[in-house]
Each structure stands twice: as C-alpha cells, then as structure tokens.
C-alpha cells in the first residue's frame, strides 16, 4: 500500500503534453553547445489548432446548446439523451457493432475524463492491470494512483510491421497470473501503429478466455492513412464481454477546447461511471455536448481532406528524419511520430530541454510513455506544414550538435 505522498508523485506532470512551461532551462547554460537556431517555435507536444481548425459548425453548435439554457446546462450526469440518441446510430456504424445510446454510453470532460472513469470504475488496490509499454502516459499513472499493481507488456512497433508488435505470448501469461484489466490505445500513442485484425481477434479471445476486462482508446480511429486496416474490438468481441471503447472528438476533428469524450461499456460499467462522474465532475459541460450533434457529420470530404494533410506532414517529416538517419516507424494512424535518439552528450531528459532553450522546439520525452523509452521523443505532427518541416531540420541539426 503506497502512501497518498507516493501516488502523487507517480503521477510526475511536469514533462506531460503540454506543460512544456515547467521544462526551466535557466540551469543549462552550462550544457548548451553552439547559438540558437532560428526559426518560428513549435509545439510539438500537442496538436496546433489554430493550422487545423476545429470541424465546422462546432461553434454554431455550442452558441445553440448556450441559448438553450439550462435545459442543456443541467443534463443527465450520463449526457443528454437526445445527444447519446443521435450519436448511437453513428458510432454504431463507424464500429460496426451495436450501440443503443440509452445504457451503453456515457459522455464525459474529454476522452482523459472517460479513462480515468473507466479504470476506477473497474480497478481496485491491489489489482493486476496490464499495459501496453509504450502507450498513452496516462494509462500506467492512474493505475498507480488507484494503488493497483502495473504488469507491463512490451510493444515492439519498431519490427512489428504490418501488425504492431504487441508481445501476445506475454499478455496471455499475464492474463493467466490474475491480471483483471488490460487497457491499451489503437491506434497506439505515441508511436502511430495500428493493432493488426489479429491481434485484436487475439486481444479479444484471451480476455474472453480469462475473464479480464479490456479498456481500448479508440481517440483517433478516424485518421487512419492509406493502406491501413482498421479493426475495433467491440465489433470482434462477444456481446457479453465487458469491453469499454472510448473516443472522442478532441484530436482528429480539433475541438480539445471543448473538452468532450464518450465510452461505450456495458450497462453496469456506465452505470459506475456515473456514480463516479456525478461526484467528481457532475457531467460534462452541458454547453459543450451540443458541439457532439456535429461528429460524425461533418461536410462531406471533409475527414478525406483532414487524413490527406496530415498524410503529407507525415510523409515528409518521416522522410527528414529517416534521410538523417534517425529510427522511427511510419505511423499508420494518428499524428505522432515516435523517435529514437541516437546516443548523446547529455541526457535525454536535458536535451529536450536544450531543444526548447536553443531551437524553440518542444517535444515530450519517451520516458512518459514507457521507463524503457527514455532514448525516445514523440512529436505531434498536427502543424502548420512549412513550420513543421523547418522545426524538425532544427531537431535533426540538434541532435548532430549534441552525438556523441
């Protein structure tokens, strides 16, 4: 049993996406090699908004939901039925598994608020919840924090094409000493790897072979690039096994601001959740879920256009850094290019930081998505194109200023 002192501590936020504003570089004077590069800032650690606008109408959608008053302000804990209503017959498409809307689906502050919900609602102490490594930060902290016991499983994206690499072998036994959840994201963040339709057949077996509930981050299913296959484990799984989906429309579609999520679970899950959402947050912002009534529904060609954009800044970005010879994986979904450093004069940790002091670059280092993946960096590519490609030149340059 750790100490309340402890379970804050593991949850270390200060290199997390977006709080490059605690990365101080006043003690790296004393590391820094050459001048400054020049050329616009970066921010790498998250997705730009202001290049990729919010999907259209959002806001028109959220100036109705504020003139409808309370009757939007104060909904269900669980989302206003109306909403969950009309987003159940589309998501049920986009999965290609049942989706009623009614018992099944919870609307929550974000898709972080569905995670958080999700694992409380099925983790207690002591309980044995395996995680992918790499994967989303946020999944190995709550587990900690929930005072349960993390068993890793290693994801080898960087041989596992065309699948992504997860160590079945190892979530089996993993399952078989008593893990009672498994949570991982697909498309996977930060590396961008698509789980193969066997992997998923497999994921979905085993736990229905051991009883293990799986908790799948489904946050950018939509941007998935040409030639990929996409398989959601809701659709391959059995009816009765518990499976929670969360998604949401803060990254592909731009609307973060907003600060929606959903989960889809069965009904004694959402029901927790609820409970749980009725006391930490009520609900998500009743204004807000107004913005939902236009996912899913967006102009036609509009998700065509918004993968073909980013399709080209990742392209060439991964071209950049392959010519100069630094690993990475093209990234089947999403828009995050997982990079490993070669070895260098200073620490990782010190040369993200040297990175934002002398090329106005921010990244967010590996080490929040894996102890193993300290060598490694993970960039947002959701740029402005030009600015995107002039940031990594400086990133390729800063790396070859600080090889050994």
């Not at 504003?21 to 997705?47: E, K, M, N």
């Not at 002398?358 to 590996?366: C, D, L, N």
Request: glycine residues 8%.
């Amino acid at each position: 049993m750790t100490s309340l002192d402890e379970r804050f501590s593991q949850l270390a936020t200060d290199h997390a996406p977006g709080q490059e504003v605690r990365q101080t570089c006043s003690d790296l004077a004393s590391l820094a090699i050459g001048s400054a590069l020049p050329g616009r800032a970066v921010d790498f650690s998250h997705g730009d908004v202001d290049a990729f606008t919010p999907a259209p109408g959002a806001f028109d959608d959220f100036v109705n939901g504020v003139q409808m008053g309370g009757k939007r302000a104060y909904t269900e804990y669980r989302g206003d039925a109306s909403i969950r209503l009309q987003l159940a017959a589309r998501l049920a498409s986009f999965i290609g598994a049942p989706v009623t809307g009614d018992d099944d689906m919870i609307i929550t502050p974000g898709s972080q608020g569905a995670l958080f919900l999700a694992l409380a609602a099925t983790v207690g102490a002591g309980d044995k919840v395996a995680i992918v490594q790499p994967d989303y930060f946020a999944n190995r902290k709550l587990v900690q924090f929930l005072d349960a016991q993390v068993v890793p499983v290693r994801l080898d994206y960087l041989h596992g094409d065309p699948a992504a690499g997860l160590d079945l072998p190892a979530l089996e036994h993993a399952f078989r000493t008593g893990v009672k959840v498994f949570v991982f994201s697909n498309p996977n963040n930060p590396t961008g790897v698509v789980y193969s339709q066997a992997e998923i057949a497999r994921i979905g077996e085993l736990a229905q072979r051991y009883g293990v509930t799986v908790i799948v981050d489904q946050l950018y299913a939509r941007l998935c690039y040409s030639g990929t296959t996409y398989t959601h484990l809701r659709a391959v799984a059995r009816a009765d096994h518990p499976i929670i989906t969360l998604m949401g429309p803060s990254k592909t579609e731009s609307l973060s601001g907003y600060r929606l999520g959903v989960a889809l679970a069965p009904p004694a899950i959402i029901t927790r959740m609820e409970q749980l959402q009725a006391i930490v947050s009520l609900r998500a912002a009743g204004y807000c879920q107004s913005v939902l009534q236009g996912w899913f529904a967006e102009p036609e060609g509009w998700m065509a256009q918004r993968i073909a954009l980013h399709q080209a800044i990742r392209d060439r970005l991964y071209r950049q850094f392959s010519d100069a010879g630094i690993k990475t994986r093209l990234p089947q979904a999403g828009s995050y290019l997982f990079l490993t450093l070669p070895p260098l004069r200073v620490a990782p940790v010190d040369f993200v930081r040297l990175l934002r002091y002398q090329a106005q670059v921010i990244v967010t280092p590996g080490s929040e998505f894996s102890p193993h993946a300290g060598d490694s960096v993970r960039l947002n590519f959701s740029q402005d194109h030009d600015a995107a490609q002039n940031a990594a030149s400086r990133l390729i340059a800063m790396i070859a200023r600080y090889r050994q």
